[in-house]
T-cell receptor, first 116, second 113 residues
């Protein structure tokens, strides 16, 4: 299957700082990437959908100015958590898809963010 | 939008027994239904999927059934083993090659020795 690489796998940051998470499709061109957040013992909740070269579409309740998403190329999307607070601590996972690929979703490894 | 409900939230079975997890979905336009296994701190791993033109699919000890009329689908694991212990998520996706997945709430399966 296709490979999606996400970095970093773990990050600890101080309150008020920003953290950038990268999601790369290594062997295919991802026209669309999805960003999910998963709190402990809960399901994956979609935060936003990003299409290459256009603005991301955010789900209801997700602050677009806090969770900045950039999808500047067909192989890279980034999620920046700005002015992080302890309540932003979570597991963030990306997945990638492409036009014509009507198959399974390919997930990154996930990023465990801890804000102290 | 799509809403996916999943039951039970936790399930304990004896090794060798069968486990069944059920999901319902709301959007009749959904046509792709994957099941994921997720171990702690890891990414979800696809274990089986089914499309709306098929009623049942089997892969060794794992099977999935789909009832489009009732909008529900189920995961069946037979001859469970301790390594099957994990959290399982169902999901649904509407037609379209890059449409988003809506996940169920998850089932924590524990297989006891």
């Amino acid at each position: 299957g296709a490979v999606v690489s996400q970095h970093p796998s773990r990050v600890i940051c101080k309150s008020g700082t920003s953290v950038k998470i990268e999601c790369r499709s290594l062997d295919f061109q991802a026209t669309t990437m999805f960003w999910y957040r998963q709190f402990p013992k809960q399901s994956l909740m979609l935060m936003a959908t990003s299409n290459e070269g256009s603005k991301a579409t955010y789900e209801q309740g997700v602050e677009k100015d806090k969770f900045l998403i950039n999808h500047a190329s067909l192989t890279l999307s980034t999620l920046t958590v700005t002015s992080a607070h302890p309540e932003d601590s979570s597991f963030y996972i990306c997945s990638a898809a492409t036009q014509g690929m009507n198959t399974e979703a390919f997930f990154g490894q996930g990023t465990r963010l801890t804000v102290v | 939008g799509e809403n996916v409900e999943q039951h039970p939230s936790t399930l304990s079975v004896q090794e060798g027994d069968s486990a069944v997890i059920k999901c319902t979905y709301s959007d009749s336009a959904s046509n792709y239904f994957p099941w994921y296994k997720q171990e702690l701190g890891k990414r979800p791993q696809l274990i089986i999927d089914i499309r709306s033109n098929v009623g049942e699919k089997k892969d060794q000890r794992i099977a999935v059934t789909l009832n489009k009329t009732a909008k529900h689908f189920s995961l069946h694991i037979t001859e469970t083993q301790p390594e099957d212990s994990a959290v399982y998520f169902c999901a649904a996706r509407a037609t379209g090659t890059a449409s988003k997945l809506t996940f169920g709430t998850g089932t924590r399966l524990q297989v006891m020795l």
